[in-house]
Structures are given as structure tokens and as C-alpha cells.
């Protein structure tokens, strides 16, 4: 596996390839990381991976310098899976002047759900992504881009940059891994104790009921939608959560469904010092 810490040992090497399958991370990879990967193996012609911890996507008071760095056993477990190619700028690298353009997603799209309560999250996630594709697909005729639906609203707001931009990628959007448990796997996981790793299963058991329950409501789903997600709110604080949100929406925009719409269940809630996402299709 080669290793690049420049764009232009990265670029040099991709050369010589027609289609790079793309997987993004930022490091401390877990199962979850490893099934995008083996899903995009036979996607392209040469498998990449990125690990860069994007200061712009975190908030003042959020873990950007304690974010576990674990390179060296990253590399191994990207070995293991046949990865071509690791793409690991430092800063300085990737952004050698202070970023001031930066990619703004629809406010519609970006500032609800995770955007509303991570303000300029979905902007840093852009910007980001848009400098590693121009890094990793420059010069490339196509490509394919892999990413989990766990962050769901992440993906939709990268699959609406690569359509508006005509950039030529596939984004294609892989399902949550999960525990045996049914707890969606998660970098952030192993900061919760023993007990809280043992209650961490009842968001993907309330988003699960509350998407029954909004399939049971048929056409008067418009009309109790916001009884159903209050009181999926309600199970999860009175079990000791600090729920942001718990919603249905349509997958089609996150916006709120009607009648007839293909519907997502996503929550956040906050369980001791960790936050935890989730979301369901149902």
C-alpha cells in the first residue's frame, strides 16, 4: 500500500488509473470502515483511502484534539482489506492558507437535523470532501465515491454537491454496520463506559419503533407525527438520554413526509459525555 502525504506524490501515482474508488475517513477505523472498503474494492481500478482529521467540521467545544489518531493500526487493517492506496495529508498539506472559500450546501438541505444543532458542520464536511475529490479524481475521467449511510444527512448533502457541481463521481452509499446488539457502529462508541455501551442499543430501538409506528399511521401519519417523535424523545430522557432530536422524514429531501413518501427515522441523543447518531429506513 502505498502512502501519500502530498497531492502530488497522490496525483502522480493515480496517473496511471481510469476509475479510483474513493473511501474517506478520519482514521480510528472500525468495522464499519472496513465494509465500505471491501464494498468498494470492485468498484474501480485502484482502491483509496483518505485519514485526515477536518478541523473545519468540528465546533469550539467539540473533540477535534482528542479525536483518537490511531494511524498505524489503521494502515493495518487497510492492508488487510487490499487497499491501494492511502491518501494522509497533515494541515498544512491540505490546507496551506487559512480556508476562506468554502462550500456551502443548501441551508434547506444542511441546516436542519445535525446542521441546526452542529452549526457550519455540513459546510465543513463540503469543503473538505470537494478539496480530497479534486485531490484523489483530478485529472480522471470518472470515479465512484463510497460512504456510509449511518451519517445519512452527510451523505444526501454530498450526493446534492456532486450533482450540482457535475463532478464526474458515483456516490454510491453503503448500510450501517452494526453491532450484533444493533448499535450502529461508531468511532465515537469507544468512549462510552461498559453501562453506557449497554444502553447505547435503545436509539436504534426507539428509531425502530418510532419508524412502526409511523408506517402503522397510514395516511394520518402528517397529523401524529409530532405526537410519535415526542414521545420517542420521551422514552429515550427518561432512560437517562439528552435526546437533540428523533423524526421521520422523507428520504427524498429530509424534509417532512407526506402521505405515499419513502420514509428515514434519525436521531441524536447524547448518552453521558458521548453523542450518538443513528437513522433507519423504513
Keep these: 500500500m502505498l ?13 496511471r488509473f481510469n476509475r479510483p474508488a474513493f473511501v474517506p475517513t478520519m482514521g480510528n477505523l472500525h468495522q464499519g470502515h472496513l465494509d465500505l472498503l471491501r464494498q468498494a474494492k470492485p468498484l474501480g481500478d485502484v482502491l483509496v483511502a483518505s485519514i485526515f482529521v477536518n478541523r473545519l467540521q468540528f465546533l469550539p467545544h467539540e473533540d477535534f484534539d482528542s479525536y483518537p489518531r490511531t494511524f498505524e493500526d489503521d494502515c493495518a487493517k487497510l ?11 497533515d494541515e ?11 462550500v456551502q450546501p443548501d441551508p434547506a438541505l444542511a441546516d436542519i437535523l445535525e446542521g ?3 452549526p457550519g458542520f455540513f459546510t465543513g464536511v463540503s469543503t473538505v470532501v470537494m478539496k480530497l475529490f479534486t485531490a484523489v479524481f483530478a485529472g480522471q475521467a470518472q470515479g465512484v465515491a463510497v460512504f456510509g449511510k449511518k451519517d445519512y444527512q452527510q451523505l444526501m448533502v454530498i450526493r446534492h454537491m456532486v450533482r450540482q ?15 450484533p446488539d444493533g448499535l450502529a457502529l461508531s468511532s465515537r462508541n469507544g468512549y462510552l463506559s461498559a453501562n453506557e455501551r449497554a444502553e447505547a442499543v ?32 420521551e422514552y429515550l430522557r427518561q432512560r437517562g438520554w439528552q435526546p437533540d432530536y428523533l423524526c421521520v422524514r422523507r428520504r427524498l429531501d429530509l424534509q417532512a413526509p407526506l402521505v405515499g413518501d419513502a420514509l428515514v427515522v434519525l436521531g441524536a441523543a447524547k448518552l453521558g459525555t458521548t453523542r450518538l447518531i ?5
Design 165 to 179: 457541481f457535475a463532478l464526474p463521481i458515483e456516490v454510491v452509499g453503503v448500510d450501517t454496520s452494526r453491532a
Design 116 to 118: 441546526q444543532f452542529r
Design 202 to 233: 435503545h436509539l436504534s430501538m426507539a428509531l425502530r419503533q418510532l419508524g412502526q409506528e409511523a408506517l402503522a399511521c397510514g395516511t394520518e401519519l402528517p397529523n401524529l407525527l409530532k405526537q410519535l417523535e415526542a414521545q420517542a424523545i
Design 278 to 282: 443513528d437513522n433507519i429506513e423504513v
Design 3 to 15: 502512502i501519500a502525504r502530498t497531492l502530488a506524490e497522490l496525483r502522480q501515482h493515480l496517473q
Design 79 to 89: 492492508r488487510s482489506q487490499g487497499c491501494d492506496v492511502l491518501f494522509a495529508p
Design 92 to 102: 498544512a498539506e491540505l490546507y496551506p492558507q487559512p480556508q476562506t472559500f468554502k
